[in-house]
């Protein structure tokens, strides 16, 4: 039992402490692809949300196309060491977060 809470504790420390979370800013375009969905943010480059292989590629387009209706902010969490200004359409993202109009 505590080697199981042990292994828990540390795949969430590892998720959190390898990831980049790119800076909040509004969903200017989003494209969808035969196979993938591309998003570009304010000030910042074209990035994949994902391809559509993976479950969570239409649930990240969901929650990014409706902030981009609500005109609200998100960020984009990448993979540790992800240049958030570059162009880049092979790394996803690991998740997304929206926020509300203040």
Known sequence: MLKLLFVILFACFSYSSYAVDCPAAKVVHLQVEQDKVLVLLENQNWH????????????????????????????IRYPDGFDCSGYDLQVAPLAVRTFPQY
């Open 48 to 75: 994949l949300v994902g391809l559509f292989s993976s479950v969570w590629t239409e649930k990240m387009y969901s929650a990014l196309l409706a902030a981009q209706m609500a005109n609200n902010r998100v960020v």
